[in-house]
């Protein structure tokens, strides 16, 4: 059957495929190869498609892989296969950790690696922050610093920053708002 042979092999590459969705790239040629449910151009479209969808690019690619194997059932298939050994992974590890909960040097762990990822968060928003709301072209062609402050989209940042914390709707709604008024005003 299909379906199961979908999620044997695509358990296989959540297994070894270590390092992100990228990584599961050479394991779908090699499997390509040895069932032919889809060919190296397929890859190369498969690849595409599941970089520009939400979600993680391993799970995207065995979808797609499963899909032009199997269709629906099989883009499932090759779905639950590729995340199956993760999820058995955080299963051990969590009935490890809750054995060792208490422990201060775990509990000290926890603190740093909290400080850490904290830490990366905050580069990113500043990142992102620095790309929607600064044009530095500008600023570096002008030398003005009105120039650096995109207005309408700051304008637009401080707006949306009170909805969210007045009303807290879902965000799927401020994304929409958003995508809205960058039609509308053409920040």
Known sequence: MIYLSLYFEFFKIGLFAVGGGLATVPFLYKL???????????????????????????VNMAALAGYTAGGFWGALAAALGIVSPAVLAIVMIANVLNKFAGNKY??????GMAAAVCALISVA????????????????????????????????????LFLIRRF????????????????????
């Open 125 to 160: 928003v500043c990142k992102i922050a620095g790309a929607a709301l600064l044009d530095a072209p500008a600023f570096a062609a002008g030398g003005r610093f009105a120039d650096l402050l995109q207005f309408k989209a700051f304008i637009f940042f401080i707006i949306l």
């Open 106 to 111: 775990v509990q000290n762990a926890f603190k």
């Open 32 to 58: 390509s190869a040895a069932t032919a449910w889809f060919g190296p151009q397929d890859i190369v479209n498969m690849l595409a498609v599941a970089q520009i969808t939400p979600g993680p690019i391993g």
């Open 168 to 187: 807290k709707a879902h965000p799927f709604i401020y994304i929409c708002l958003s995508a809205a008024a960058g039609l509308l005003i053409k920040f």
